[in-house]
């Protein structure tokens, strides 16, 4: 009877830690949940939705993930919390809704990490990509990459789908297989398709001297379009990179068109007087993010770009440095090559006409 006690004591301690090997659990305090149930939506390795029960705000939820599982805590329409599952785990959050604190190992520390600096950012739009950016770029096979681009460009009212195509491009090939993933990148094959072949019919604008510049003006030309603001410190210095660009291609059919998102009229032009930047055409409407381009293009952050072709076709976006340099030399000399092509095939017409 003691032998089979024995066994069974032993058992129990071994399959609990078993369990605790295995299990993952989230621990929380949350104030100001707008109800007691709180909705669980799985994401990783599979889309399917939980529950749990919040008692004045906490709780404990337990789960056996079979792998690396992500789920997100749906808090009402003020935040939507990512939280990375792997197993003999322990997550716990304290706060309230919209201020919540995520202490964790792995992702989950990553995560916390990243809601703090991104908190302590002004509420500078431009400001808070650039930096989500970095952390993306930073950590390219980081599962928290996930929420960032899900959190800052997806939900945005205006997605930036270059650019959000460009960032999925430089993560790892564990990220990219995941089914939000998958699924994001065929909406963006879709939208960038369509964008790609999109051509600007109109670009009127107004210059500094209450000149229009429109398509007659520039006709036969490539343009680089190129949206600015003086109170965005990062396109002031991409409108400063511009000054070596123009002098490389001025023997080019090229032209610059800096399109300014500025409201002030006075700002707008003591800040183009001061610099190079009078060496190309400077148009502004003063509508901000209300300018008809900007609301076309889906334009949701600065710096931002558009090369255009002689046929008004966008070409490519936010291309700079060298690498426009190359992009425009390369487009110009097969111009160069076609017209040459077209005029040798012309003469073998007539030639073949005489005969």
């Known amino acids: 009877m003691k032998k089979l006690l024995f066994f069974l004591f032993t058992l129990v301690v071994l399959v609990s830690g078993c369990n605790k090997k295995s299990t993952f659990t989230l621990e929380g305090t949350i104030k100001g949940l707008p109800s007691d149930t709180i909705l669980v939506f799985y994401q990783e390795p599979g889309y399917k939705l939980d529950t749990l029960i919040a008692r004045k705000g906490k709780f404990t939820y337990t789960i056996i993930p079979d792998t690396f599982t992500i789920f997100s805590l749906l808090l009402g329409e003020k935040q939507v919390l990512p939280i990375y599952a792997g197993k003999g785990e322990k997550v716990s959050l304290n706060g309230s809704v919209g201020d919540i604190e995520v202490k964790g190992k792995g992702e989950n520390e990553r995560l916390a990490k990243s809601m703090r600096h991104l908190n302590t950012l002004d509420n500078n739009k431009a400001s808070i990509l650039t930096a989500v950016d970095s952390l993306i770029k930073a950590h390219p096979h980081s599962y928290t990459n996930i929420y960032l681009i899900d959190r800052y460009y997806v939900q945005d009212s205006l997605p930036d789908y270059h650019h959000i195509d460009k960032l999925i491009k430089g993560m790892g090939g564990i990220l990219k297989d995941t089914p939000y993933m998958i699924e994001l990148q065929n909406k963006l094959n879709q939208k960038t398709s369509q964008t790609d072949s999109r051509y600007i019919s109109n670009i009127s604008c107004t210059d500094a001297n209450g000149k229009t510049i429109n398509w007659n003006s520039i006709k036969g030309k490539y343009v680089l379009l190129d949206f600015w603001a003086n109170w965005d410190k990062g396109s002031v210095a991409a ?89 425009v030399k390369q487009l110009t000399e097969q111009d160069k090559e076609k017209e040459k092509a077209a005029k040798e095939a012309e003469r073998a017409r007539k030639r073949q006409n005489k005969k």
């Open 239 to 327: 409108q400063d990179s511009l000054v070596s660009v123009q002098k490389a291609l001025k023997k080019e059919k090229f032209v610059i068109i800096s399109l300014s998102l500025d409201l002030d009229k006075k700002e707008w032009l003591e800040k183009i007087a001061q610099r190079d930047t009078t060496q190309w055409k400077q148009v502004c409407d003063f509508k901000g993010w209300n300018n008809l381009l900007v609301k076309q293009q889906g334009i949701t952050r600065l710096p931002a770009n558009m090369l255009i072709g002689p046929d008004k076709r966008v070409i490519t976006r936010n291309i700079r440095g060298k690498e426009l340099i190359d992009k």
